[in-house]
């Protein structure tokens, strides 16, 4: 395990090549559960404000959303390059880790911006409200869907031989 982190951490920039499951698994459950342990870090200190000053939850939904952002891009980020390699043992692009994180910026974004309509000061309009509810449930399917393709691309196996994006490692 230390050797995938290890291994991991010293290529955060190195898009390039490829990676065994091995190397990659190890490094990515270690980053998912550093990520959940944040989110709970951030989802506690919020809720212990919200019981302080529960007059403030427009602006501490806000800061909240902000926070996860930063955690959820922090583990995009740290994941990036690994999940790219790992995709090149597949031989395939890594274009395919994009989407999950592609559908999951809109939905955060229309879950803003939704979140937005219905705690205004007047009353929502269900003729702005109700399309946009159902993108955001078309959209998290989506984002399902290309998660679950990518953690099958992630964890099936190709042949160990070369293919165009180098050696195996």
Known sequence: MLNSLRYNL????????????????????????LGFVAVGVVMNLELVNLVSDPSAATSDFTRLVTALATVVSGMVLLLAAAVSRRLHNRDRTARWGLLPPLFLLLNVLGAVRLFAMALGSEEPDLTRVAPLFFGLFLSNGCYLASLGWLLYLLATSKGEGPNRFGAAT
């Not at 190397?23 to 559960?33: E, H, I, R, S, T």
Request: net charge positive; charged share 15%.
């Open 10 to 33: 010293t290529r955060l920039v190195i898009f390039a090549g490829r990676e065994s499951r091995v190397l990659f698994w190890p490094y990515a459950a270690c980053v998912f559960v």
